[in-house]
T-cell receptor, first 116, second 116 residues
Framework: AQTVTQSQPEMSVQEAETVTLSCTYD???????LFWYKQPPSRQMILVIR??????QNATENRFSVNFQKAAKSFSLKISDSQLGDTAMYFC?????????????FGKGTKLTVNP | GAGVSQTPSNKVTEKGKYVELRCDPI?????LYWYRQSLGQGPEFLIY????????DSGLPNDRFFAVRPEGSVSTLKIQRTERGDSAVYLC??????????????FGPGTRLTVL
């Protein structure tokens, strides 16, 4: 079974600064996807960024980028130029790439607060 | 609306009662997922539908939980003899599941269930 671990329950950052959220995972699969989701107080999960395990290049989406270390099974999220609207819970998630139900396995989350 | 909708937004019930939670997926999405998010945790997979059939129900915690999707669109999660431990946010997600390759799951805002 796959597990996802987020070791930082809470983090805070000043507006316009950079913050990195950590995630490690455990799997015996070779082909999979990794994700970061944002969950604001409205509860709706929003996909922030996705990484395919077979790709060596780290994914980027505007101010969001990841540091994917496949051998170390590490997948951190860097948020640059933090904005007040980035305040939310952030969840790291895993999905097998082939076969099965494509169910997501989530970590426990990191609560990020961006301070003005 | 174009997104996944869930009703009710909040549900308060008494221990031992029966509840139904409804999910309306994005039109045309054949795959539908239910997740449960307990306080302070990440979402946990419950069940996955491909069309009308439950393709993976391995996450249902016990036989008090049941879900249906009779016409391949709207789904209802049913919980019998509710217990206080069932209190959580129940999230629904849908995806296109058009075949090979990645299919993004789009989440609804969830139903917060409170069992007194």
């Amino acid at each position: 079974a796959q597990t996802v671990t987020q070791s930082q329950p809470e983090m805070s950052v000043q507006e316009a600064e950079t913050v990195t959220l950590s995630c490690t995972y455990d799997t015996s699969e070779n082909n999979y996807y990794l994700f970061w989701y944002k969950q604001p107080p409205s509860r709706q999960m929003i996909l922030v960024i996705r990484q395919e395990a077979y790709k060596q290049q780290n994914a980027t989406e505007n101010r969001f980028s990841v540091n994917f270390q496949k051998a170390a099974k590490s997948f951190s999220l860097k948020i640059s130029d933090s904005q007040l609207g980035d305040t939310a819970m952030y969840f790291c998630a895993f999905m097998k790439q082939q076969g099965g139900s494509e169910k997501l396995v989530f970590g426990k989350g990191t609560k990020l607060t961006v301070n003005p | 609306g174009a997104g996944v909708s869930q009703t009710p937004s909040n549900k308060v019930t008494e221990k031992g009662k029966y509840v139904e939670l409804r999910c309306d997926p994005i039109s045309g999405h054949t795959a539908l997922y239910w997740y449960r998010q307990s306080l302070g945790q990440g979402p946990e997979f419950l069940i996955y539908f491909q069309g009308t059939g439950a393709a993976d129900d391995s996450g249902l915690p016990n036989d008090r939980f049941f879900a249906v999707r009779p016409e391949g669109s709207v789904s209802t999660l049913k919980i019998q003899r509710t217990e206080r431990g069932d209190s959580a946010v129940y999230l629904c997600a849908s995806s296109l599941r058009s075949g090979a390759g990645y299919n993004e799951q789009f989440f609804g805002p969830g139903t917060r269930l409170t069992v007194l």
